[in-house]
Every structure is written in C-alpha cells, then in structure tokens.
Antibody
Framework: EVQLVESGGGLVQPGGSLKLSCAASGFTFSSYSMNWVRQAPGKGLEWISYIDTSGTTIYYADSVKARFTISRDNAKNSLYLQMNSLRAEDTAVYYC????????????WGQGTMVSVSS | AIQLTQSPSSLSASVGDRVTIACRASQGISSSLAWYQQKPGKAPKLLIYDASSLESGVPSRFSGSGSGTDFTLTISSLQPEDFATYYCQQFIGLTFGPGTKVDIK
C-alpha cells in the first residue's frame, strides 16, 4: 500500500524548534519530488516547501523561508522538515504530500501531524 | 506570485443537486490546476489534475474544466459523501485557493 506517515509534531514554545518526519512506503521514494503543506486550525491549505528527487532543488513559501529547512534521505525513504524560530502562527497540521511524476498534482498525502506553538 | 480565488466560499445544496465551484487565477496558468476534496479531520484527496483529468478511482460525477485563468469543478449529482471542502491548486507556484465548503441544505 502506498503510504506516507508523518511524525514529530507536538507542543513547543515560541522561538523553539521541532523536526518533522515523513516515512514513505509502498513506492519508490527516490523517484518522487515531495512537499510539505500545512493547515492552521479552521483555515485553508498552505503549501510551504518542495524538494526534488535528489534534494538539489528546494523551494519555500515566504512565510517559512529562512526558518524552515526541508530535506530527504532516500536511503531511509524519509522526508524531513526542520522548523526553527517557531511562532504562534506556525500552529497547524503539517502534511507531507507526494508530487505526481507525470501530472501536476499532489497525488498521495499523509494523515498529518499537529504542531502547536504556545507558551 | 499567482493568487487563486474561489467562489462561492461556501454553499448549501441538497443530494442530487448539480454543484459548480469556480477558481480564478490572477494570471494565466494554462491547464496547471488540480482540485482536492477534504473532509473534516482528514487529509486532502486528489480529484482532478491538469484542470480536467479525473484521478483514478474518483467518481465520474466529478468533472473539471477551464484553462488560462478561469476554472470550474462540477459535481453533476451531489451525493451524501460529497459534503466537504474543495480546494483548487495551481502548479506554477503551488499555491492553493481559499476553499469552498459544501454543506447540506
């Protein structure tokens, strides 16, 4: 079964750090670009970061640039998001999403992990 | 940056109704648009890619159309399981529209 499973969420104080992981299974992880998307409570979806298959090409939304770092380990079938200098407005469910190889779409999503930033 | 708007932001409909949701891009994006369905507490699910192509396994009552700046998602006959929030996403800059919530009239 094709699956993405996020982990690493939790409660962190403002200014703190957290690292999210996304474990992929059921497909050749190294062949797919990946993304992180977040959703604040009661709000819409916000794309925040993209990484290509080799980790060479990386993009960030302005809202997280210089604070968040996306990375991947193809040997471990895993995607990561290092989040530093966290703010209250970073509180959200964080999803990892697979970029379809052949079409413009995010075709597989994880179940999400909740990050709460509060003192 | 390319912005997406959706209309309406919410709508109430009955089972069997035909529902149309619009998505407009601030500049032309050709057919680089996808539609997703999200139910409360769940991850988004891909419905339509390349503006009008139906994802495998998605019921044929869902259809997409448009190109350039104006796009439409249509549900031909609304079913109970279709009550959800729908998002469009453009693939020039990967941003999402603000969503359209479809609930029961």
């Amino acid at each position: 079964e094709v699956q993405l499973v996020e982990s690493g969420g939790g409660l962190v104080q403002p200014g703190g750090s957290l690292k999210l992981s996304c474990a992929a299974s059921g497909f050749t992880f190294s062949s797919y670009s990946m993304n992180w998307v977040r959703q604040a409570p009661g709000k819409g979806l916000e794309w925040i970061s993209y990484i290509d298959t080799s980790g060479t090409t990386i993009y960030y939304a302005d809202s997280v640039k210089a604070r968040f770092t996306i990375s991947r380990d193809n040997a471990k079938n895993s995607l990561y998001l290092q989040m530093n200098s966290l703010r209250a407005e970073d509180t959200a469910v964080y999803y990892c999403a697979r970029d379809s190889v052949v079409v413009d779409a995010f075709d597989i999503w994880g179940q999400g992990t909740m990050v709460s930033v509060s003192s | 940056a390319i912005q997406l708007t959706q209309s309406p932001s919410s709508l109430s409909a009955s089972v069997g109704d035909r529902v149309t949701i619009a998505c407009r891009a601030s500049q032309g994006i050709s057919s680089s648009l996808a539609w997703y369905q999200q139910k409360p507490g769940k991850a988004p699910k891909l419905l339509i890619y390349d503006a009008s192509s139906l994802e495998s396994g998605v019921p044929s009552r869902f259809s997409g159309s448009g190109s350039g700046t104006d796009f439409t998602l249509t549900i031909s006959s609304l079913q109970p399981e279709d009550f959800a929030t729908y998002y469009c996403q453009q693939f020039i800059g990967l941003t999402f529209g603000p969503g359209t919530k479809v609930d029961i009239k």
